[in-house]
């Protein structure tokens, strides 16, 4: 894969070694580009996301940090469930747990193959970096299986009332989908602000996903932060679907 930097051409400072502060993300371009360097110690990752910030680069490149303009979010009543979908949830034939395969599943979704995609950000590097935040109790994976199989999956970490979310994958259609459709159930139930989905996807916004201003995000941000945080493995957290309750309206006809 191409490198995402160019030393020349980007004027954003480095990352000091020995602290964990960032650059102020208002001040970083709409495209987000906002540091480079560092490391990905479990303290450096966690300063960033307070801030807004998440790395994403290429094998080559340094670690490049980023706070991009708009942000895309997923408020977990507003995930949007088609008719196909509905009839897939409704098969049971998936199962979900929480936490049970991390490593599994963030390997997955640097492996699995992507249309237009020749190579995976999620170098070992990285890898390592967000398996050492699940033991920490701050990542978290979401496990879909198929005849006991894993087929699906996603993964993230969580800190007060917001996840932030990394990557998917599926190995057969839907998977991903009832991935994401039951980690917004699990966290609206347990009072959750919002799913950061970093940067705005087709599909996500087909899901329900709303692209807001980097500003808005900030400060939606900081109100979660204040809230209790969900530490520890969620091996307990379960789910199965559950048709959502008719409308007064809908019932009466109208």
Known sequence: M???????HYLIPPLSSYAYTFPNPNYASDEGLLAYGGDLSVS???????????????????????????????YPDNFRVRKSFRRVLRSGKFTVTFDR???????????????????S?????????YKALYEEGFGHSVEVYLEGKL????????????FFGESMFSLVP??????????SDVLGRRGYDF?????????????????????RYLNELQ????????????????????????????????
Not at 151 to 161: P, Q, T
Not at 174 to 183: G, I, P, Q, T, Y
Not at 225 to 254: M, R, V
């Open 2 to 8: 191409a490198s995402m930097f160019d030393e020349d």
């Open 195 to 215: 799913i950061d989905c970093q940067m705005k996807t087709d599909h996500m916004v087909s899901l329900g996903a709303e692209v807001v201003t980097r500003n």
């Open 101 to 119: 395969a991390f490593s599994e599943v963030i390997l997955h979704c640097a492996t699995v193959p992507r249309e237009g995609q020749h190579s």
């Open 151 to 162: 087929v699906g999956g996603l993964y993230g970490l969580a800190m007060g009332k917001v």
């Open 223 to 254: 109100e979660a932060l204040e809230k209790p945080s969900d530490l520890g493995h969620w091996h307990d957290f379960a789910w199965e679907y559950e048709e959502p309750a008719i409308k007064k309206g809908k019932q009466d006809g109208k």
């Open 121 to 129: 950000w999620i170098v070992p590097e990285m890898q390592e970096a």
């Open 174 to 183: 839907d998977a991903s989908k009832v991935a994401f459709k039951a980690l």
């Open 44 to 74: 450096r990752l966690l300063s960033a996301y307070k801030r807004g910030i998440f790395p994403w680069y290429n094998e080559d490149d340094p670690i490049l940090w980023w706070s991009p303009n708009p942000r895309l979010l997923l």
